[in-house]
């Protein structure tokens, strides 16, 4: 017996133990809320296997995640890597996925809000965890004592924190973001004299721990060249550092990495903060170009099973609004996914999944929570064949994947954005092979 994996046994021996639950820990009862069981964000649901009648489900294989972690070292050379697990580890259930990269040596993770810090800090998670969101509303004293690490950017974040410090009688640890070119959050690399100012007058109560920026362009360029966008925010990120050093702001930690960047090797400094790559989809180049990396191996499997299976004639209309009409005798089957569970409208009539190993189209709208396959092609389909819309299958068809950029090009969207659309109607398994 290998050990034990969040209260379940693994055995190596035993094929059937290869899919375990997450039981989440009960959270501590919370020094600021009554209701500590009610969960801030809403999760996506873990459900043992019995648990779960409809066959719909997503595997997270924990193993690939621990491989894509050493690739990111690798490539991160000195820098430490704290993954980006915001939106619930990018749809991958943000607790498991945390346990499993804490146990393989990551040295500190990020999120986007104080609410999914929090979810992590009640799983257990003892690394530095990096609030990236810049919204704190009142919680800045609950975010010291849990001890996790606020981005600020503005005057009114060190007010803020400084009273929470005072009232605490603690220093607060905070990183400080600046605008190099991203315009969205930061204090502006050419205008940081109001912020300095206030930084000093809050010396005795705020700390800063780390400086950042964040890269706009990243996975731009050429291969081999890095993007002109992404050389100029670093000199301005270096000029910046400059100017707090003459301030006497000078903290030993240092980050800008985000996947497409670490993959490169720019802007590494001390810490680098890879998100999507964690789960193994690389960014391309220029958006569509050559993968940045084909070292990593998706995470996420997304399967169902086959719940109706019915033959047509020539000419006869499938699903809502009779957008798919049959050209040929046809054996359509039914598939228990929809748009409620984060299989976009958009693949109506244009995406595929596997059965048996082979792709069928998905024909017909995709409807809340069924969508419609036609297996014409594929001899043999019967009622509970295995039907994987994300990731591998072979079968007596044959073998073949559908990936996220795939998936991605039929919704016309981003894999960023397939990997967070995953509903939470889909329960998560977490596969340890
Ligand atoms: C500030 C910040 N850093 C890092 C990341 C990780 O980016 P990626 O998923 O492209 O690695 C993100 C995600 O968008 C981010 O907002």
Redesign the pocket.
Known sequence: MREPLWGVSVSTMDAKAHLVPDPIPTPPPSRRRNDAAEPRVLRPRRAAPSDCVRPTRAEVNLAALRHNLRVLERHAGTAQVWP?L?ADG?GHGAPAVARTLERAGAKGF?V?LVEEAIELRDAGIRAPILV?GGYYGDAHEEILERELIPVVYDPAHLEAFARAALALERPAHVHVKIDTGMARLGVRYDALAPFLDSLASHAAEIEVTGLMT?LSCAEMGQLGVSPEATTEQLARFEVACAEMARHGVRPAVRHAA???AVLRGDGLFDVV?????VFGFA?RLGGDGPSLSTELRPVMRVRTEVVDVRSLGVGEPVGYGATFRTSRASRIATVPMGYADGMSRAVSNRGAVLVRGRRAPIVGAVSMDMAMIDVTDIPGVTLRDEVVVLGAQSGPAGSDVITVDEVAEAVGTIG?EVMTDLSRRVPRFYREP
């Open positions: 980006v915001k990018y990020c986007a990236m964040h985000n996947s497409a903060r890879p998100g999507v790559s960014p960023w």
